[in-house]
């Protein structure tokens, strides 16, 4: 293993604590997965961004990651209340499918997108209908702690009486009377004896699609319930880390907290990470907003706020240029501008393959290797720094200054000495396609027909056909690419 101090945030202690697996070298790291009812748009590919890149970066680092990462296809109401349809039978009935069709349907293009956005599979990925008597057992262990009720069929978390032991609200900062008096009962229908009580499971209407038996009668599990069976069962009742959007820190995550120490008087999770929210030219994203932009409509700019199609390593490079922590917004110009930058990465990208380490009797230059060593200290300093992302790839855009020197003839690879020179190529491929998960987006074929195109322009060119010349160098920047003609050679290049 590596011999770095990673340090990160603490949505729990509020502060940035180093990191300390709990069994080393194994890591467990749990993210809330998405409730499939619909296609997935900027608020999935956030969090499904950022703990790609925690859990590429604990592994580069050597540990052994275990990535769970669930498919919510139960039990997601309206509204993330206690009331309210479920939302993939909603949409089941709108479409006149079964549930299970729409959870099929939208896991499918779930992972379509996810795999365009280069992000590893979680290892496992469990569904919570999959986990039902998992869950019934977890009720049955709150109520047998005297934390949970039955009303009609239904099982509550007694949040007060929980409150009495362990306090409730530590993750999100919520003090216990202020959420009792900020929340009414508007209907005075409630069978919740305080309202800050919730469901762990609830009692299913005749016309209710999914439902299970239970010791309480036909129902199906509350959505917080979910995240603590699948959590427990394949990473242990304390694991490492749990992340998730702040949007889920509460009730859902908060909620997590309590089910875990009713049941074994311990917390759940030593380290609890948040990503922050997306918003769009500085507004909140929200459907009655018309700003609901899926990732689709964003791949194939197929929406009326997009002035063009943005690729999905764009919007991964775009995600990644903020740290997690902070708000990131988008809009078509941080967007452009993050497309220029990914393209500057990956043309260095092609460029660090390429370039060979030529002896030379030129004199080893101390102050370019100094400058190398500390771009490279730097880089990783700051992805130990609680991931920070955006400092790194400043770093790597340093180092790309040396590649490119490299590339142009200003810098001769001798000058850095055999060492720093395979040091520098390593350390910049290993952190823009390992670490950062960016990679070169191209068929298979298409650098086959540039190098073919190039070969053209430079017979037309020896030829002194320079009409040719012209129609060859017009057609390929059409079709975003730049030829390069340098001193000793033809290349090319992704239009910036
Ligand atoms: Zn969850």
């Not at 994203?285 to 964003?298: A, C, D, R, V, Y």
């Amino acid at each position: 293993m590596k011999s770095h101090q990673l340090k990160l945030y603490n949505t729990l202690s509020r502060k940035k604590e180093n990191f300390q697996a709990i069994n080393p070298p194994f890591v467990g790291l749990y993210v809330c997965g998405p409730t499939v009812y619909g296609d997935a748009h900027l608020g999935h590919a956030r969090p499904a961004v950022t703990f790609d890149t925690v859990n590429r970066y604990l592994t580069h680092l050597g540990y052994r990651v275990r990535y769970v990462r669930n498919i919510t296809d139960v039990g997601h109401l309206q509204g993330d209340a206690d009331e309210g349809e479920d939302k993939i039978a909603k949409k089941a009935k709108l479409e006149q499918l079964e549930p299970m069709e729409i959870a099929q349907q939208y896991t499918d293009s779930y992972h379509r997108d996810m795999a365009l956005l280069n992000t590893w599979k979680p290892n496992i990925e469990p569904r919570a209908t999959g986990h039902i008597p998992e869950q019934i057992a977890l009720v049955e262990a709150i109520l047998k702690e005297g934390l949970a009720y039955e009303v009609n069929g239904s099982v509550y978390f007694d949040t007060l009486k929980y409150n009495e032991k362990t306090p409730y609200g530590r993750l999100s900062g919520r003090v216990i009377d202020e959420l009792m008096s900020g929340s009414r009962d508007l209907d005075g229908q409630s069978e919740k004896r305080n309202p800050v009580d919730f469901a762990l499971w609830k009692n299913a209407a005749f016309e209710h699609l999914m439902k299970w038996d239970s010791p309480w009668g036909v129902g199906f599990p509350g959505w917080h319930l979910e995240c603590t069976a699948m959590s427990s069962k394949y990473l242990g009742n304390n694991f490492d880390i749990h992340g998730g959007g702040m949007d889920l820190m509460f009730p859902h995550h908060e909620c997590e907290i309590a089910q875990g120490n009713a049941c074994n008087h311990k917390d759940p999770v030593n380290y609890w990470m948040h990503n922050n929210m997306i918003t769009i030219n500085g507004q909140k994203m929200g459907k009655s907003l018309g700003n609901f932009i899926t990732l689709q409509e964003l791949f194939n700019g197929d929406h009326d706020l997009l002035e063009q199609a943005y690729s999905p390593m764009t919007i991964r490079y775009f995600m990644l240029t903020a740290h997690y922590r902070s708000t990131l917004d988008f809009s078509n110009d941080a967007l452009k501008a993050a497309q220029k930058g990914y393209k500057k990465l990956i043309n260095g990208l092609r460029i660090a393959k390429m370039l060979e380490y030529q002896a030379s009797d030129v004199a080893v230059d101390k102050k370019q290797i100094e400058q190398i060593e500390s771009s490279i200290t730097n880089a990783y300093r700051a992805m130990d720094d609680d991931f920070n992302t955006a400092q790194a790839i400043g770093h790597l855009f340093n180092l790309l200054k040396k590649i490119n020197s490299m590339y142009t003839g200003q810098l001769e690879s001798a000058a850095l000495g055999e060492e720093t020179f395979h040091k520098l190529i390593n350390t910049f491929l290993t952190f823009v396609e390992e670490i950062l998960g960016l990679v070169e987006e191209k068929s298979d074929s298409q650098n086959k027909m540039i190098n073919l195109l190039l070969k053209l322009y430079t017979e037309a060119k020896m030829a002194r056909d320079y009409d040719k010349v012209d129609e060859i160098r017009a057609g390929l920047k059409d079709l975003g690419f730049v030829v390069k003609d340098m001193k000793d050679k033809i290349d090319w290049a992704y239009e910036e």
